[in-house]
């Protein structure tokens, strides 16, 4: 089923107000390594010393570097902020209520992803240790995604695959979108069983 740019923001404003969707981000331990590899399109190996978001490649990559550090404020910059909501509006083709309600709660919103997304980190910690990770030992094992463009507009389903003694796990997040800041994160990343 192809969502629209306005199911889209629907969707985020859904997951910003509806409280108890706490779910899990990912990883606090600390790490000795501070490089996460990113697989490009031709299977090339980029060794990311500091985070990036130009591409969703970087963006998973960058959550692995941010676990490595124990430091979600390594992926801060890659959260949405008022004015990231502002210039998606500029292309959105809803209606001009629409798009107020939308500015109007989008500080608020944003503020509640940022938490959101610093509060999962606890529990995908736990379920990875659940699992018998060391996440110290882990490893970018590439991305699954769903993109989609609409009204000028690219938004991801992205799934990290994550590598720990050659059995793969999932961390998922259901909405990246595609910024003048490059890849945001628009929805809570989540441990996937």
Not at 12 to 30: A, E, N, R
Not at 133 to 153: F, L, M, P, R, V
Not at 156 to 166: L, R, S
Request: charged share 30%; glycine share 4%.
């Amino acid at each position: 089923m192809k969502a629209t740019k306005k199911m889209i923001l629907s969707s985020c404003i859904t997951c910003w107000i509806i409280p108890g969707l706490l779910l899990s981000f990912l990883v606090s331990c600390s790490g000795k390594k501070d490089d996460a590899h990113v697989g490009g399109a031709e299977n090339k190996s980029i060794e990311l010393s500091s985070p990036a978001n130009s591409t969703l490649e970087e963006l998973a990559a960058s959550f692995i570097l941010a676990v490595k550090k124990s430091d979600p404020n390594t992926i801060s910059e890659f959260l949405p902020t008022k004015e990231d909501v502002e210039n998606i509006l500029l292309t959105y083709e809803g209606t001009e209520k629409e798009k107020k309600a939308i500015l109007a709660k989008s500080e608020e919103n944003t503020k509640t992803i940022n938490a959101n997304t610093f509060k999962s980190i606890d529990e995908i910690t736990n379920k990875g240790k659940e699992a018998g990770i060391n996440w110290e030992e882990t490893s970018y094992a590439g991305i699954e995604q769903k993109a989609e463009a609409e009204n000028k507009t690219e938004s991801a389903d992205v799934i990290i695959k994550i590598n720990y003694k050659n059995i793969i796990y999932k961390i998922r997040i259901s909405e990246c979108i595609k910024t003048s800041r490059g890849w945001l994160i628009f929805d809570k990343p989540v441990w996937k069983d």
